[in-house]
């Protein structure tokens, strides 16, 4: 099994940047998929951005050209970049895995979830 702990969220205006991180232990993730997810009050989880085994890439047309995911195997971590924040993406940001190497935006299909980190934007 295993573990996720995300972190870097935080508050900042409309218009800046934060950098999440999701660092993994327990087993390597480098052939799974892994995907951020973001959650805002009373509503529904909704899929952000995801990496397959072999860094393909994708992104929810609401963040395309502002947020970038990506990973650095010998970490075994996953980050995302997030430029240009707008008050619509306040939301808490979870990042998740799956064993089978290609991204799904169905959170269904994730067995492995971290706490989630809080990011809260201003204008």
């Known amino acids: 099994q295993v573990q996720l702990v995300e972190s870097g969220g935080g508050l900042v205006q409309a218009g800046g940047s934060l950098r999440l991180t999701c660092a993994a232990s327990?087993?390597?993730?480098?052939?799974?998929?892994v995907a951020w997810f973001r959650q805002a009050p009373g509503k529904e989880r909704e899929f952000v951005s995801g990496?397959?085994?072999?860094?393909?890439?994708y992104y929810v047309d609401s963040v395309k050209g502002r947020f970038t995911i990506s990973r650095d195997n010998a970490k075994n971590t996953v980050y995302l970049q997030m430029n240009s924040l707008k008050d619509e993406d306040t939301a808490v940001y979870y990042c998740?895995?799956?064993?089978?190497?290609?991204?799904?935006?169905?959170?269904?299909?994730?067995?492995?979830w971290g706490q989630g980190t809080q990011v809260t934007v201003s204008s």
């Open positions: 327990g087993r390597t993730i480098s052939g799974d998929a």
């Open positions: 998740a895995s799956r064993e089978r190497g290609y991204y799904s935006s169905d959170p269904k299909n994730y067995g492995s």
């Open positions: 990496l397959d085994w072999n860094s393909r890439t």
